[in-house]
Nanobody, 126 residues
């Protein structure tokens, strides 16, 4: 079982930056694929970014060049650095984990992840 706890959300002006953190419990973190998703009010939960066990990354087109996902396996933590934030980035951001045992396959669907955090609110004002 994996437990995920996000932190770092808040209110920021357009053009600003935030860094989200996700602390994971469990012994399988270093073999897990990690992802960030977001959900705006009244909308579906959307893929933002994912990182493999060895650091390979993949991003949604809407955040490419502005957001960076990274991980520190010795701290069981994954990060999402968000720069040049826009009002349309406003959402609850969720961390997700998948025990795919070092598979290279990129996973971007909600139902491909088994474990989820409680979410952290990010609000970008114009």
């Amino acid at each position: 079982q994996v437990q995920l706890v996000e932190s770092g959300g808040g209110l920021v002006q357009a053009g600003g930056s935030l860094r989200l953190s996700c602390a994971a419990s469990g012994r399988t973190f270093s073999s897990s694929r990690m992802g960030w998703f977001r959900q705006a009010p009244g909308k579906a939960r959307d893929f933002v970014a994912t990182i493999s066990w060895n650091g390979s990354t993949y991003y949604a087109d809407s955040v490419k060049g502005r957001f960076t996902i990274s991980r520190e396996n010795d701290k069981n933590t994954v990060y999402l650095q968000m720069n040049s934030l826009k009002p349309e980035d406003t959402a609850v951001y969720y961390c997700a984990a998948r025990n795919d045992w070092r598979s290279p396959s990129v996973r971007i669907r909600v139902n491909e992840y088994s474990f989820w955090g409680q979410g952290t609110q990010v609000t970008v004002s114009s």
